[in-house]
């Protein structure tokens, strides 16, 4: 039996390849197949590879508990291909000397950076009697990690503002210069003001440079309704291994997977904005005694599709939507024509999965309420909406699944969920996950034709 199972498994997912790696066929209703122009596709093309990356690192640059070096030795052994560094606001351009001892990671990071640079790296100094370590600066450790098409390092900036109580943290991965937190009167106009400032670098430095918003359940601090407006903000975190960020909220605070649905919705019913792409990061803080219940490498990252592994050729491939998160499942590709959106997982012996399909349809109701606390007053958290944004439209157990479009979707997106544990888990019980981007569905596209 279980012989039988698995040749019927894998015949399955080979005719889903073929429709996908091959040419995608859709099935019109008199049941003849026809050729659909693809629209999105994420799929290797001969000159392309896939580059694993995380971009959210912290080091003792601020808040993380090891030396930068060790924490970039660490990704390029565990099978990325680049790194972000985005300490809190700072890009690791100072002259900064630590404590050898009395350092967020202790003797130990100390020890263990002396056994692993033994040679002339490590910089030292007597200070009142104590000995203290030179940070790397940026252009030393990208000059020491990076090989072509192997590993890149590149620089970024953890821009680390607040309104009122609220954290706004948002990530700037290739950043040139620092940039200074710039506040605001409000938890959207804090994010703008941030955006436009990083786009405004962007233009007079002719670099790709790409911002987005950190953790949005940090603190309960970011709403959907902060985000969804924010123009030139393009990216979110849909995961983050932070154990304390609440990825999957409360009774009274959405998600940040339910957020990305409201923002959706809005940004193509409403704002006239472009859709929002979902990513997964670290937030990596602790790198000692892997693995524990801190903030650790290893959790969530970005699968980009791009021709070279280049700062600015990973950027454009992102902003184009080459790319997925995850958290531990693999995808071989992502397709949508007008007709159908079908995704095809990198299947792992042993591993089951399931595809969702989620998405909001015209004629969906867009009332929504505002969340009261149990003295009536409104607490500050997204607001609730009807089941019917970010519905679940269709669900299938396997490894390749194919939506067809009904005609009325806004836009349709699509997640996996594996039933394997996740081996270093931020939140208790999670499974390995991916989320594939969105697209918009047939009604979301004459929407934004009519619009334009
Ligand atoms: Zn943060
Ligand atoms: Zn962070």
Redesign the pocket.
């Known amino acids: 039996m279980p012989i039988v199972l698995r040749r019927f498994t894998v015949a399955a997912s080979l005719i889903a390849v073929l429709t996908l790696f091959g040419v995608l066929l859709q099935e019109s209703k008199d049941g003849s197949s026809a050729e659909a122009a693809v629209r999105y596709e994420l799929k290797a093309k001969p000159q392309q590879k896939w580059y694993r990356g995380n971009l959210?690192t912290?080091s003792l640059w601020s808040d993380g508990d090891d030396f930068p070096e060790m924490i970039a030795d660490w990704y390029r052994e565990h099978g990325y291909q680049f790194l972000c560094f985005?300490d809190h606001n700072n890009i690791q351009e100072s002259d900064k000397w630590v404590d050898a001892e009395k350092n967020k990671g202790g003797p130990e990071a100390y020890e263990k950076l002396k056994k692993r640079f033994p040679e002339g790296w490590i910089v030292e100094r007597e200070e009142n009697g104590r000995k203290q370590v030179r940070l790397k600066k940026f252009p030393e450790l990208y000059n020491e990690f990076t090989v072509p098409e192997e590993f890149l390092l590149l620089r970024g900036e953890?821009i680390s503002d607040r309104f009122e109580k609220y954290p706004i943290?948002m990530n700037a991965s290739n950043i040139q210069e620092a940039l200074p937190p710039l506040g605001g009167d409000s938890v959207y106009q804090t994010m703008q003001n941030n955006v436009d400032a990083v786009i405004a670098q962007r233009e007079r430095t002719g670099k790709a440079i790409m911002i987005h918003l950190?953790h949005p359940n940090f603190g309960y601090a970011v709403r959907a309704e902060d985000l969804m407006k924010v123009r030139g903000e393009n990216f979110f975190e849909v995961y983050n291994g932070h154990p304390g960020v609440r990825d999957s909220g409360d009774e009274n605070h959405a998600s940040t997977e339910r957020i990305w649905d409201i923002v959706l919705t809005q940004r193509i019913d409403k704002l006239n904005l472009p859709i929002m792409y979902g990513i997964a990061t670290d937030?990596g803080h602790s790198y000692h005694d892997i693995p524990s219940r801190a903030s650790e490498p290893g959790r969530g990252w970005v699968m980009v599709l791009a021709d070279k592994l280049e700062e600015e050729t990973l950027i454009l491939a992102m902003e184009a939507g080459q790319f997925y998160a995850s958290s531990g499942v693999n995808l071989r590709g992502v397709a949508a024509t007008d007709k159908v959106y079908e995704l095809v997982v990198d299947a792992e012996e042993g591993v089951e999965y399931k595809i969702e399909f989620i998405g909001t349809r015209k004629g969906y109701d867009p009332e929504s309420e505002p969340v009261l606390d149990k003295d009536g007053n409104e607490i500050h958290t997204t607001r609730r909406y009807s089941e019917d944004v970010g519905e679940v439209l269709k669900t299938v157990e396997g490894t390749s699944a194919r939506y067809q479009f009904q005609g009325d979707e806004l836009y349709v997106r699509a997640k996996v969920t594996s039933d394997k544990k996740h081996p270093n888990p931020s939140e208790l019980e999670e499974f390995e996950r991916a989320w594939a981007q969105p697209v918009l569905g047939p009604e979301g596209l004459a929407k934004q034709a009519k619009d334009r």
């Open positions: 959210h912290h985005t953890e943290h950190n937030d």
